[in-house]
């Protein structure tokens, strides 16, 4: 029987989310990284780790560099929950260039990685990330003034200050075949 745990760090609700949708696919159980005392990892073949992208880098993804000693012998899943679309190529590589300055490559060489979407209500968020996104406005209307927008920055731009949502329980599924379909 192979052990299954689900561990994330969410800063509004979407990678939790997630998290929990993954464990109740997988019949097992999902936690807060930060409130999960890692000597348990000992009693799972497999780990799920799922974290935010802030400033394209993974929210919590120093559990999996201070805890590699334990994690070493099993099956680590990192999933990612970001705004970007990680259908662009650009944007999954993105992440891999911000993974490997996080992680060796001894350690992403055995993630297997996967990227969902996640939500933003600007009303919710902390004065620190409300600024950053001022800060990010800001270079998007200079590249905007140079005519440079993609169509990504061109979403952020028109939705500054809303809500959006891209979070979507069937997304998980890949990640969840992968889990099912191979042995740790
Ligand atoms: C300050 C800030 C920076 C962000 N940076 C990124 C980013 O670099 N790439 C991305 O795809 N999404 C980015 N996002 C969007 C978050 O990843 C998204 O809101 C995600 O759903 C957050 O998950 P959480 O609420 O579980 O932490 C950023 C959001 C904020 C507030």
Redesign the pocket.
Known sequence: MHQTIVL??????????YAQWIAKALSCPACESKKFPAQDLAGYDTVVFG???????V?GVKFIRRNWKLLSDKRVVLF?????DPDNLK?AAN?RDSLSRALSEEILNRLRLFHL????DYSR?SF???S??AM?RKMLLKKEGDGSLSPEDRMLLDTYGKSLDF?DEKTIQPLVDFIQSSHP
Do not use: V, W
């Open positions: 994330y760090q969410s800063h509004y609700g979407s990678t939790k989310r974290g935010g992208l802030y400033a394209g880098g929210n990612t929950c970001g705004l970007a944007n992440i979407r996640g939500d933003m968020l620190t990330h409300r950053m996104m990010l979070t």
